[in-house]
């Protein structure tokens, strides 16, 4: 089944491939405004690089194809259309380049690498015929020949780049101890988290205090303009409850839904995970020996829940592994076969996935059946009664526009007694604040800041129901009185304060453990509790002190002995170093070929970055790429 799937998708992967590249990859310089006389405004055209041109309708054929293949979600369209932009400008640089170089695919390396691509398209050493493979290309790439040939010989010249830049770069034996005593050399710290966050409240301010706060900030505290509306709204709410479901409603709907009532195979789990992803040999087999031991754990009486805070790594640590509910296809082939076939209440042995080693636990299980009408009925009810909120909305809130039409300024509290709604006023409205006693939408919002006093609205349509609003006063924009805005002044002064205090205490903390008092005992005296981390590399991290790379001092400090301040942001981290285990170099040896090969691919792969954005940023400025700014935003701007 895999290999089918990895057939019928291989064209959605190739352009993945040659199109997207990597999501996450800064936007290089060309997504930015470029100074005068580097960008263009024809109708169709994003960019242009010399004498070619990306197009909208590029962008949008190939943005199509990726997402009709399921392949991103559409609230990640934007993304995915700013690298194919990227890719796109990027595959015209190197065109205009490889004239300049002289640097050219020929016909022959062209047909081999599609003959390579499309094997089935020859008998042999015949060709089958123009037809045949046209229908592979189409059926298996799912694109048009022109533009799958023109894909791979954009790929092959991007190779020949590839190899014209990173062909010369070599790693050193310097290099590949460095990165093995970086992965293997281990440090374990004792370390205090001081968190603003956690002081802020035990701030005081006298009022002589905070009136020198906003006298001092009083430019910051603008108070915007405000108006005090009254509004009358026809509640979704109340017209659910007034609508009446009979039980042949309720039967029709079911048998003409029915489908949506299949439950499938599913099953309720927990894991435990220890990553693998980019680790040597080596650290794979201690990270399996690690997993072995906790899985002995859960295996005899330990909580599950609890090993997994303390020693999973994926994000569902905090909440003991639960996953929730998976049914088939969901996870990978290995996971889902463990979690499928485990009795409900058991837990699995170590499973091996491309993520590192699962402990799964089966927390529940359920058979594909179809739900019964009384099992489905109060939500068949919900939804009827949502529907016929829906009608009686609609057809009452076109009554109550002839109304205002025909009536004018007519009171509000008539309209709400004739229609049934809900009045009341709020004051102090706000432009960029909702209004949740009426409703959130835009438009509601919009229609009460460009009313006069006395106006009154058209029926809004909100998610709570429709509402009707007239303004009944305005108060300007002005320069905020203490009185008006003391909350917030209180919040901000005890926010600065509070950052204060944690790097006063951060560095008194640091001065007496440095000159020899007990590191737990100045903790206890500061009001602080101490954490110890596991032993850790420099490519780890710290639960609550992130990366390992802020703390690389640590590893030249010796044990028993504290350093500098760690400043994280607005956090502050004091750390002594509890243990360090030399580097066993015996093991060299044997990670030298696989620490070799990673290290020069980073090395080739920072040279081709520079390599691409140094192209562009040259183009740029010889006049020679040019960017469309507005199709470029309505392009990379989410709807």
């Not at 016909?107 to 060709?127: I, N, S």
């Not at 990270?287 to 859960?298: M, Y």
């Amino acid at each position: 089944m895999l290999d089918a799937l990895r057939e019928k998708k291989i064209g959605v992967r190739i352009m993945l491939g040659l199109v997207i590249g990597v999501i996450g990859v800064s936007m290089l310089l060309y997504l930015v405004p470029g100074p005068t006389g580097t960008e263009i405004t024809a109708a169709d055209v994003v960019a242009q690089v010399g004498d070619q041109t990306v197009t909208v309708a590029d962008v949008q054929a190939q943005l199509a194809r990726v997402a009709r293949n399921g392949q991103i979600p559409a609230t990640l369209l934007p993304l995915y259309a700013q690298q194919i932009v990227q890719q796109l400008i990027f595959n015209r640089s190197l065109t205009v380049e490889a004239a300049r170089l002289g640097l050219r695919v020929t016909d022959d390396e062209h047909a081999e690498r599609l003959r390579q691509l499309v094997p089935t398209a020859y008998a042999g050493d015949t060709f089958i015929g123009m037809d045949r493979y046209t229908t592979e290309v189409e059926t298996r790439f799912q694109m048009e020949v022109p533009e799958f040939e023109t894909l791979v010989k954009d790929s092959l010249l991007e190779q020949k780049f590839q190899q014209l830049v990173t062909d010369g770069i070599t790693v050193s034996d310097r290099e590949v101890q460095e990165e093995y005593l970086r992965r293997n050399e281990k440090i374990k710290i004792d370390y205090v988290v001081i968190k603003p966050d956690d002081l802020q409240s035990k701030i005081q301010a006298s009022d002589a205090e905070l009136s020198a706060y906003f006298d001092k900030n009083k430019g910051r505290y603008v108070v915007p303009e405000r108006r005090t509306v009254d509004y009358a709204v026809l509640d979704f709410a109340q017209l659910r409850q007034r609508a009446q479901i009979s039980d042949d409603e309720l039967k029709v709907y079911y048998q003409a839904h029915v489908d949506r009532y299949t439950l499938e195979d599913r099953a309720q789990v927990s894991h435990i995970l220890f990553k693998t992803v980019g680790k040597t040999d080596a650290e794979v087999a201690e990270i399996k020996k690690k997993a072995e031991d906790v899985l002995a754990k859960a295996k005899h009486g330990g909580k599950f829940a609890d090993l997994a805070k303390q020693y999973s790594e994926d994000t569902t640590k905090d909440k003991g592994g639960d996953l929730g509910w998976i049914v088939r296809k969901q996870t990978v082939p290995e996971f889902e076969a463990a979690a499928f076939s485990l009795p409900k209440g058991s837990i699995s042995d170590l499973v091996k996935t491309q993520y590192g080693f699962h402990i799964i636990q089966v927390n529940d299980r359920q058979t594909a059946r179809t739900q019964t009408l009384d099992e489905v009925k109060p939500t068949i009810i919900a939804q009827l009664q949502q529907e016929k909120a829906e009608a009686a909305g609609e057809n009452t809130s076109a009554q109550i526009a002839d109304e205002i039409r025909r009536t004018g300024r007519s009171p509000i509290a008539d309209l709400a007694k004739k229609f049934g709604m809900t009045t009341g006023e709020a004051k102090a409205v706000e432009a960029n604040q909702p209004l949740p006693e009426v409703g959130n939408s835009p438009a509601l919002l919009d229609n009460i800041f460009r009313m006069r006093v006395g106006d009154l609205s058209a029926p809004i349509r909100t998610d709570r129901g429709y509402a009707v609003v007239s303004v009944k006063e305005i108060v300007p924009t002005h320069s905020a009185t203490l009185a008006e805005v003391r909350d917030r002044v209180l919040e901000d002064y005890r926010h600065e304060k509070a950052i204060e205090v944690a790097k006063t205490r951060a560095d008194e903390f640091t001065k007496r453990a440095k000159a020899g008092e007990d590191f737990s005992s100045v903790a206890k005296s500061l009001g602080f509790a101490v954490k110890t981390s596991e032993l850790i590399s420099r490519t780890d991290s710290i639960p609550d002190a992130g990366s390992a790379k802020q703390f690389l001092a640590a590893f030249n400090t010796p044990v028993g002995k504290s350093g500098d301040v760690v400043n994280l942001g607005a956090n502050a981290v004091v750390y002594r170093v509890a243990q360090h285990d030399p580097v066993k170099m015996d093991d060299l040896d044997k990670q030298k070929s696989a620490i070799e090969t990673q290290v020069l691919q980073a090395k080739r792969q920072a040279a081709y970055e520079l390599f691409r954005s140094s192209l562009e940023a040259r183009l740029r400025q010889e006049g020679k790429l040019r960017i469309n700014a507005d199709n470029m935003k309505k392009l990379t701007t989410p709807a």
